[in-house]
């Protein structure tokens, strides 16, 4: 396991009760570098969306929880915010959720000519997902062909 493995497990692991205490969900939380700078970000959810209130009590709950238990060697950024309406469907309950909903599919590589697809998600399993296009037919995509699935939206 990689060291961003390990402290966005852990930090998942400190996290997930102070989350479900206030009645949110933890929907994702990852340990990148941009910049040159590491950022630890948490994103939390609950129905009606997340407010700027909520984000703060999770952040200084977490912030003392992480200086207590100091596991992250490097210096970081903590940020705990909203997944967004772009976030990707990346855990078995993200997809679960969004069954029979409109998903946008990106895949590394061109497939019929074009990367991105749009339909409804129908199935997911281990080995890909299967949505069905505006005409009706049906699209299956291996797991290592996707480069991001997340809920379609329009403006």
């Known amino acids: 396991m990689s ?35 590491w950022y630890l970000r948490s994103y939390i959810d609950k129905p009606g969306g997340i407010s700027i209130d909520d984000c703060e009590k999770v952040s200084r709950r977490l912030s003392d929880m992480l200086d207590e238990k100091d596991f992250i ?14 976030r990707p469907l990346k855990k078995e309950k993200d997809f679960r959720r969004s069954l029979g909903r409109e998903v946008e599919v990106r895949t590394y590589r061109m497939i019929d000519k074009s990367k991105e697809f749009t339909g409804i998600l129908e199935t997911y399993d281990e080995e890909g997902v299967t949505i069905i296009l505006a005409d009706g037919a049906k699209k299956t995509f291996e797991k290592g062909d996707i480069a991001l699935v997340r809920l379609a939206f329009d403006f």
């Open 3 to 37: 060291k961003r493995e390990i402290y966005e497990q852990k930090t998942e692991e400190i996290l997930l009760p102070v989350v479900e205490e206030y009645g949110f969900e933890l929907v994702d939380v990852e340990y990148v570098k941009e910049g040159g700078t």
């Open 73 to 86: 060697a490097d210096s970081y950024i903590m940020e705990v915010s909203s997944p967004g309406l772009g």
